[in-house]
């Protein structure tokens, strides 16, 4: 139920903070990489709460698994907080905003592909095995790509690196769950 509950506060607070630009649309600009980033975070939210779904498997659990995987779903609240703040007012506006706390926010985003892996191999080996090769190069590539936007304040590369990861893991998530057999 936690699960459930932190990834419930996770997609609310993108939806508030997007409907912020309907419902004010004087106050504050969008910023497509930073609505993109939005809309990357919400697929992610959409696919960890599908991806998490064999935790029911798990006939026994230990307290420490238990506090890694809240810890593991904060992560993604915490994203969701750094993209949408209480105000942007100290601020030129979301573009401004996004890169002053881009080093948090790709932090935290290349922290949850690392905890992603831990999170899978908690749900056993075959588990692990039977996404192939792919997933850790996935996560690897994913926290090396953190890493890079971390280091750079490159629109240009903030633009590219958003729409492949928008594109990855729409790819993935259909390749993964949309094959037949």
Partial sequence: MVIGFILSLSLAH????????????????PYWIHLSWV???FILLVHFWW?????????RWTFPEYIFIVLFITTFFL???????DDVKD????????????????????????ADVVDTMLKGTLYLHHF???????????VL????AIRSSNRTFHGALVILFLL??????????LSVG
């Fill in 14 to 29: 993108l939806l508030k903070g997007t409907a912020k630009f309907i419902q004010h649309p004087e106050r504050e600009k």
């Fill in 39 to 41: 809309a990357y975070i």
């Fill in 51 to 59: 991806w998490e779904i064999p935790l029911h498997a798990i006939k």
């Fill in 79 to 85: 994203l969701c907080a750094l993209l949408y703040p």
């Fill in 91 to 114: 601020y030129k506006g979301y573009q401004d905003y996004f890169f002053s706390r881009r080093k948090w926010f790709f932090g935290v985003l290349g922290f949850s592909f690392i």
């Fill in 132 to 142: 192939g090769w792919e997933y850790p190069v996935r996560n690897i590539a994913h």
């Fill in 145 to 148: 790509l953190c890493l890079l």
């Fill in 168 to 177: 990855y893991e729409m790819s993935y998530i259909l390749r993964l769950y």
